[in-house]
């Protein structure tokens, strides 16, 4: 028997919807909910934090200067990274709100070991910032202090100090050899050489796979570890290098790039395999 024409429409439209009815239709509604419904990843928030003049000469330890031109170079993230520039002159009670509101925090500052932990709320935040996976990258005068008491405390937060009889430092031109090239945060990096303060004789975590020296430097006869990566056991990671004394070093792109490129691999973010651009870097002081 042969079905009229507005009856044979009916049929093929009511076969698509038993088509339609496939186990499969709940399946794909539910992925493009999900796809429409997810938020965008939220950006990370650094701190950034300086500090005045600290008695060194003028085109030293200049820590403002150095955050400052620091968030330029992470300006290219916009949407990945917020970044907020603090000057942490004692005694600066905001500190522990604002350590526990932060995902990154990149110091500058004299005698940071003791800095940390001059007010036992602001080591506190430390402490809880770093079990909650935060990224802490420690830049020069920013690493160790004077007074040994306060080596344990940043040593378990940021992988490597010094003070005490043992610190040692000085100021010379040396050749920086790259220890583990493959690391992300020496991607596109060679050994080059460079005038510096280096400090040196550090106190530094034990050899582990986590932890990683970076740039070593020849300094009475030894290669002294001066840079290093550390994957905290907590899940964070950590940074620290020991030079920036001189702010016009900042003009130098290795140095620029090391920095870049810690702060992303502190954040988890990622690095290209050949390193970042030339371009990316073009900030200058």
């Known amino acids: ?13 009511f076969a698509i919807v038993r088509r339609m009815r496939s186990p499969l239709l709940p399946l794909l509604f539910a992925l493009f909910c999900a796809v429409v419904t997810t938020p965008a990843a ?10 005045g003049p600290d008695g060194h000469p003028t085109g030293t330890h200049e820590f403002m ?29 905001e500190g522990p709100g604002l350590i526990d509101k932060a995902d990154g925090i990149v110091f500058m500052v004299t005698q940071g070991a003791q800095w940390m932990q001059n007010d036992p709320q602001r080591f506190a935040a430390f402490q809880r910032f770093c079990a909650r996976q935060g990224a802490l990258v420690a830049l020069h005068w920013s690493i160790g202090a004077k ?16 003070g005490g009889t043992q610190r040692k430092y000085k100021v010379l031109e040396r050749d920086v ?13 060679k050994d080059f050489k460079i005038d510096d303060e280096w400090y040196y004789h550090l106190d ?7 932890f990683h020296p970076l740039f070593s430097v020849n300094l009475d006869d030894k290669d002294e570890t001066v840079c290093w990566a550390w994957d905290r056991p907590d899940g964070g990671r950590s940074f620290g290098f020991v030079g920036i004394h001189f702010h016009k070093n900042w003009e130098r792109i290795e140095y620029r790039r090391l920095v870049s490129q810690a702060i992303l691999w502190s954040l988890k973010l990622p690095i ?7 371009e990316q870097l073009a900030v200058m002081p």
């Open 272 to 278: 290209p395999e050949g390193g970042l651009k030339d």
């Open 147 to 162: 007074d040994a008491q306060y080596i344990p405390g940043q040593l378990a937060l940021l992988g490597g100090t010094r």
């Open 204 to 210: 530094l975590q034990p050899p582990s796979p986590g």
């Open 1 to 13: 028997m042969r079905l009229a024409p507005k009856t044979l429409g009916r049929t093929r439209r």
């Open 65 to 93: 200067l150095g955050v400052q031109l620091i968030d330029k170079l992470l300006a290219p993230y916009k949407g990945q990274i917020e970044t907020t520039i603090v000057k942490a002159d004692e005694p600066w009670a």
């Open 177 to 189: 050899h790259l220890v583990e090239p493959a690391h992300p945060v020496l991607a596109g990096m």
């Open 42 to 51: 939220e950006p990370r928030h650094v701190l950034l934090v300086g500090q």
